[in-house]
T-cell receptor, first 115, second 113 residues
Framework: AQTVTQSQPEMSVQEAETVTLSCTYDTSESDYYLFWYKQPPSRQMILVIRQEAYKQQNATENRFSVNFQKAAKSFSLKISDSQLGDAAMYFCAYRSTDSNYQLIWGAGTKLIIKP | NAGVMQNPRHLVRRRGQEARLRCSPMKGHSHVYWYRQLPEEGLKFMVYLQKENIIDESGMPKERFSAEFPKEGPSILRIQQVVRGDSAAYFC???????????FGQGTRLTVV
């Protein structure tokens, strides 16, 4: 069975600086999807970025980028130029290619932005 | 296009009562998924429904929990005879097709007292 591990329960960063959130996963599949979701205090689950395992190029979305290391089964999220609005819980999630709803979720990392 | 709408946002029930959680998917979405989030944990899949059909309920407890997605109206997650352990945030997501991204609602926080 697949598992997703986020080893940092909480991280803090100074506003405008860069922070990296860690995620590792375990799977025997060769093709899959990985996601980072943001959950602000409003509890809305917002998709930040997604990566397809067959693509070697790391996904980027504005200030958000990932470091996808398939062999190491690592999928970290880098947030550049951190803003106060980035404060939230961040969840890493895994999905098989044959199931779009059986997302496997990590336990989350709480990101604190210091003004 | 309104997003996925869940209501109520907060629900308090006494042990033994019934809880009904509603989810209206985005317009044009016929696939609905329910997840549960316990404190300090990620989401856990519960059930996947299409209009009038339960496709996969492998993550839903066999007793006291049921879900439906009627032809008209919202999807309903029903928990009978609630217990303290049912206290959690329940999220609904929807998608237009099976293998497209799902969009999440804001969740319903159920507290059992």
């Amino acid at each position: 069975a697949q598992t997703v591990t986020q080893s940092q329960p909480e991280m803090s960063v100074q506003e405008a600086e860069t922070v990296t959130l860690s995620c590792t996963y375990d799977t025997s599949e060769s093709d899959y999807y990985l996601f980072w979701y943001k959950q602000p205090p409003s509890r809305q689950m917002i998709l930040v970025i997604r990566q397809e395992a067959y693509k070697q190029q790391n996904a980027t979305e504005n200030r958000f980028s990932v470091n996808f290391q398939k062999a190491a089964k690592s999928f970290s999220l880098k947030i550049s130029d951190s803003q106060l609005g980035d404060a939230a819980m961040y969840f890493c999630a895994y999905r098989s290619t044959d199931s779009n709803y059986q997302l496997i979720w990590g336990a989350g990392t709480k990101l604190i932005i210091k003004p | 296009n309104a997003g996925v709408m869940q209501n109520p946002r907060h629900l308090v029930r006494r042990r033994g009562q019934e809880a009904r959680l509603r989810c209206s998917p985005m317009k044009g979405h016929s696939h609905v998924y329910w997840y549960r989030q316990l404190p300090e944990e990620g989401l856990k899949f519960m059930v996947y429904l299409q209009k009038e059909n339960i496709i996969d309920e492998s993550g839903m407890p066999k007793e006291r929990f049921s879900a439906e997605f009627p032809k008209e109206g919202p999807s309903i997650l029903r928990i009978q005879q609630v217990v303290r352990g049912d206290s959690a945030a329940y999220f609904c997501a929807s998608s237009p097709h099976l293998n497209t991204e799902a969009f999440f609602g804001q969740g319903t926080r159920l507290t059992v007292v």
